[in-house]
């Protein structure tokens, strides 16, 4: 799915920059992805790797990272459980569909009428199992993971959530179908959680901590803020013209908190070599970082340039330059 800020264009120049200081065999490592968003790095890593720690503060996160790192089993018998879901009527009194489309009267067109209710209907026979322990843990986000991507692919916005688009445009008119969710087997057990990474860093320990927080004031909270409502499913009164729910507001988003948290980070992290991936349009400065990591360890930096993430073409209009800079910066920590 897009995402602001993926790492899926960079993944393999970080795992090289990896290898160029750690070491080509990372077998015996223990590597975390703190800031996990949609898993990418981790699942890059997932199978060179003895264990991954994926976290992330968002619901969404946690839902596809439960699945794309710590399912590693064969799963037999799903294909039946993906067959059941694409037959469900659709249902007229759901919540995607009652606050998030145009033929319910909410005034919001996130998606089509007709694959809200199936969203619903989805959504809700995938809770009932799981209420009836037809499925267990592994099933469960493994179909709900998939739901989040496969409902991703219809909708009705420009890559982000933090508004819709007034005309259903050509994908999101397409009828949704769920379809299974990457899956990578493996003999090797992973942890995936949900916390602030401020307050995870002091009860995890490890050999790679890879850090790649908000570099900038907007909130993924608001911009993925659909994506939590599919995975969460919960009652709540949505605000506003676009139907936002109560949201996370990140320390690393915000200029006078984000150096004192990026320190608290690093100074706790328990974690040989930790690689840092920030933005040249970021809040902290390259010089700034810098400073703070070098206080901890030997530090040096890498640099890539490559296409900036737009939503669409007015996304970021002050903002000319269709390139931008990737900066890994590198420690390795003095561990006392």
Excluded at 136 to 157: P, Q, W
Aim: with cysteine.
């Amino acid at each position: 799915m897009n995402y602001i800020g993926s790492k899926s264009k960079l993944s393999s120049w970080i795992m090289q920059e990896v290898e160029n200081v750690v070491g080509k065999d990372l077998s015996d490592k223990v590597f975390c992805d703190i800031f996990a968003g949609t898993g990418i790095v981790g699942r890059t890593f997932k199978s060179r790797v003895k264990s991954v720690i994926s976290n992330d503060l968002e619901h969404y996160s946690y839902v596809l990272n439960r699945h794309y790192i710590a399912n590693t089993k064969a799963l037999p018998k799903s294909v039946e459980y993906f067959e059941a879901l694409n037959t469900l009527a659709p249902t007229e009194d759901g919540f995607i569909y009652t606050h998030y489309c145009m033929g319910s009267g909410s005034q919001r067109q996130y998606f089509s009428d007709e694959n809200g209710q199936k969203l619903d209907a989805m959504r809700a026979q995938i809770e009932e199992w799981k209420e009836q322990k037809a499925i267990d843990d592994d099933l469960y986000y493994f179909l709900l993971a998939s739901l989040v991507e496969s409902a991703d692919k219809v909708a009705n916005t420009a890559s982000v959530y933090g508004a819709f688009l007034k005309h259903i445009k050509k994908p999101a008119a397409k009828a949704l179908v769920i379809e299974p969710a990457d899956y990578e087997l493996g003999e090797n057990s992973h942890q995936v959680y949900q916390k602030d990474a401020n307050s995870l860093i002091n009860e995890i320990e490890g050999d790679i901590l890879y850090l790649d927080p908000p570099y900038n004031q907007r909130q993924y909270s608001a911009n993925y803020h659909i994506l939590n409502t599919i995975t969460r499913y919960d009652s709540f009164e949505p605000k506003g013209k676009t139907g936002l729910r109560e949201y996370n507001r990140s320390d690393y988003s915000k200029k006078r908190e984000v150096h004192e948290s990026f320190e608290y980070l690093i100074k706790h992290a328990k974690f040989e070599y930790i690689f840092l991936s920030y933005n040249n349009e970021g809040l902290m400065k390259e010089e700034e970082v810098e400073a703070i990591m070098s206080k901890y360890g030997s530090y040096s930096l890498s640099s890539k340039e490559y296409k900036r993430f737009k939503a669409d073409k007015t996304e970021n209009r002050n903002h000319k330059a269709d390139k931008t800079y990737e900066y890994l910066h590198i420690l390795k920590k003095n561990i006392s």
